[in-house]
């Protein structure tokens, strides 16, 4: 398979796994810490939406689906389908642990990456290419456009019924 188009089918592939995780997970619906509550807060004010800034904020302090999709690609990569990837869930389980993170997010998307890779690995996707892809996803989500995003992130709480009642 051709590298490039590989990364743009494992970017999408991770974008939609994690977001789908930790929207579920209800993400958008509370900030699990203060900082998330400042960034959601604070994106918000600059024109954004508030359960998507929550989202954005959770991710950011703690180690949800995002991180777990991340960790468990890069496990996969350098240590095999599916070692690399029950390490890194097990790891992100701890890290989930250690930040009081009371949900499994996390874990969840280490897992359900390592699934995707042993599966897509039979078409010819690499998991380096889904490392490669995980870090365009979470820049779609952290580093392009916060008001944006996070719009788009608040629109997929509402249609998966996970929106904040917070004010």
């Not at 990456?113 to 690499?126: D, N």
Request: some cysteine; overall charge neutral; hydrophobic content about 50%.
């Amino acid at each position: 398979m051709n590298e490039l188009v590989g990364v743009a089918v494992a970017a999408a592939v991770s974008w939609l796994n994690f977001v789908i995780i930790d929207t579920w997970m209800g993400l958008p619906e509370k900030p699990g810490v203060r900082g998330a509550d400042y960034i959601g807060r604070d994106i918000m004010k600059r024109g954004g939406d508030l359960a998507g800034g929550f989202f954005q904020g959770n991710i950011v302090c703690s180690p949800d689906a995002s991180a777990g999709t991340l960790l468990g690609a890069i496990g996969c990569y350098l240590m095999g389908i599916p070692e690399g990837g029950l390490i890194a869930a097990l790891l992100v389980f701890i890290g989930n642990r250690l930040c009081a993170d009371p949900g499994y997010a996390g874990t969840t998307g280490a897992l359900s990456i390592t699934v995707i890779i042993a599966i897509s690995s039979l078409a010819g996707l690499k998991p380096e290419m889904f490392v490669a892809g995980m870090v365009i996803a979470i820049t779609t989500i952290q580093g392009l456009n916060h008001r944006v995003s996070s719009r788009l992130l608040g629109a997929l709480a509402r249609r998966m019924d996970r929106y904040t009642d917070l004010k």
